[in-house]
């Protein structure tokens, strides 16, 4: 994989102007902006329901906003779908590990390489040099990404007899085999036990260090977002409520709120 470069200019990875979703009549999404600018580790936080991982369904594609534009390195993705929303640069996990079961791991991450694939269906079917050396690209940068991980000796195992932590560490694995400029984790931490959770934080910190990626993360372990986040945005009711470094978001009146209740109950 490539290490971490310069990034050419400093404009933003992602940029969302004004996003809002409605589902029927439930406005999941409000006004919602951020600006993510080239190797950033940002968090996104709120409570249960509070709408973050809609954020993230529209980011990537997956919804199509209301109302608001979204941009990649500066190019609109209004009406795209995931897959293209991808190959411009977006990747994610989710907080349910979606792996394909029925593959090895090693195939998990090749598969995923499609958007960079330079054959066509001839070379594909007559097995042509292009096609040969092409496969063999994306079956070494997979075995480069297995070492990276530590998971090699699990190359020829299928995801579902993994444990858990290493099940996430082989999703966040596949998504930084697609190039990505921004990686994003829904919840990265879910279901795994604190040695787990210690091995995820030096896991993002590596990745953001080495890797020429910004990363944009839900999660609802606090010291996990305390830890790596420079910057941290907090939505509730789809509405945001307060933004800045680790400490100004820990002490900010709304966020107690939105965490622990009104006092006056």
Known sequence: MDPKQPTPDNSPVLEIRGMTQRFGGLKAVSGFNV???????????????????TVFNLSSGFYQPTEGAIFVNGQPTAGLKPHKV????IARTFQNIRLWNDMTVLDNIRVAQHYWLKYG????????????????QITKEAEELLDV???????????????????????????????????????????????????????????????????WM?????DVVMELCSQIKVIDFGETIAEGTPDEVRTHPAVITAYLGDDTI
């Open 149 to 215: 991980f530590d998971l090699r000796q699990f190359a020829d195992e299928t995801p579902k007899n993994l444990p858990y932590g290493t099940q996430r560490k082989l999703e966040i694995a596949r998504a930084l085999s697609t190039h990505p400029k921004l990686l994003m984790l829904d919840e990265p931490a879910a279901g795994l036990n604190s040695a787990d959770v210690l091995e995820l934080i030096r896991l993002i910190r590596w990745i953001h260090d080495n890797f020429d990626v910004s990363i």
């Open 86 to 89: 991808t190959s411009m640069g």
């Open 35 to 53: 600006s993510l600018m080239p190797n950033q580790l940002t968090g996104l936080i709120g409570p249960n329901g509070a709408g973050k991982t």
């Open 121 to 136: 269906f001839f070379s594909s079917v007559f097995r042509t040099r292009s096609y040969k050396e092409r496969e063999a």
């Open 218 to 222: 839900i999660e609802h372990h606090m």
